[in-house]
């Protein structure tokens, strides 16, 4: 199953929309695996290629803003 809710950083195509490099071996870092709302970086393994993405994970839980 792909989960439907990423942002699109890919097309259609499965490419990478900044560089058009196949997205899936795009490496995901995080600046800290112990604290992932730190966010992380989305890099291009290809050489010569400086396709950079900051990434932010949504790990918190929407809040219930409903009220009754
Ligand atoms: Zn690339
Ligand atoms: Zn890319």
Do not use: W, Y
């Given at each position: 199953?792909?989960?439907?809710?990423?942002?699109?950083?890919?097309?259609?195509?499965?490419?990478?929309?900044?560089?058009g490099?196949p997205?899936?071996?795009?490496?995901?870092?995080?600046?800290?695996?112990?604290?992932?709302?730190?966010?992380?970086?989305?890099?291009?393994?290809?050489?010569?290629?400086n396709?950079?993405?900051?990434?932010?994970?949504?790990?918190?839980?929407?809040?219930?803003?409903?009220?009754?």
């Amino acid at each position: 199953m792909e989960p439907q809710n990423q942002p699109s950083l890919e097309d259609e195509k499965g490419n990478c929309k900044r560089c058009g490099h196949p997205f899936s071996p795009h490496l995901v870092i995080a600046f800290d695996t112990k604290d992932f709302t730190k966010g992380g970086e989305l890099r291009c393994p290809v050489q010569g290629c400086n396709c950079f993405m900051t990434l932010s994970f949504d790990l918190k839980k929407n809040e219930n803003v409903e009220s009754e």
